[in-house]
DNA sequence: GTTAGTGCAAATCGTTTGCAATGTT
DNA sequence: AACATTGCAAACGATTTGCACTAAC
């Protein structure tokens, strides 16, 4: 992997951001003081990122995807009112692995898994 | 909800298959017979469908969303190798469910999870 | 007759890609 | 010099939408 300015800057966003950002987010945030960065490149980066383990890729169910610096195995929380993506650490999934690849054959990776649902600050409104 | 023949035809055609078809499965399923049957209209009825809660819409990371005719709590497996979504059951996750409800005040709708990983067939090859 | 539902085509959204120019090694 | 990476704009696939027309009630 070569150096580049613009990877690092993407890499660090990703980092330094308590939010999961989209690759929106990432290009909107950076073009503020990077005039000239266009939004294929964050694209290409989030992605290559990703696939090199530097960065988790997140689907969300009706959104964009968002990418997380924590590598650590864990899952996320997305609410299906305000959009926000929480990190959250279910160890008891491991059985649940164990026991539907023993049943099925399919072999889950449980650190993708996004749960959909309706957080606390949404309820109460 | 007013009757209309293609809401009919396009809602069977979701209860009929044994697979959790896309709205193109559905369009180029019903052609066949009703050549005038319009896109839009698939998408129109599967969405309403799914709201009126006869039918299930499952979001698929990276494909396109399907939709499922089972009514009854489950979850699925999305194989990322071939697409691949079939059903499976995992009461354990209501105690999970429980749990993540009173550490972080999150209600989780557990039957819209997707487990991500590769099916026992693909594994094979 | 009113209005929900349709077909069609255009529009939208998120994302990817081809290409010529530029930066890194 | 070789080639990875960029910016740009065009292309893409999935889905939604506006509108005039048709069908259900």
Known sequence: MRYSKQRELILNTVLNNRVHPTADFVYNFLR???????LGT??????FLAENNMLKKI???????CFDGTLTDHQHLVCVKCGEVSDIC???LINIEKSIFDKTGFSINTSSLAFE???GKCKKK
């Open 42 to 47: 964050v694209y290409r980066n989030l992605n």
């Open 59 to 65: 689907s969300v169910p009706n959104g964009s995807d």
């Open 32 to 38: 503020e003081d990077n005039p000239g960065l266009s």
């Open 90 to 92: 279910i160890p008891e």
């Open 117 to 119: 649902g309706i957080c």
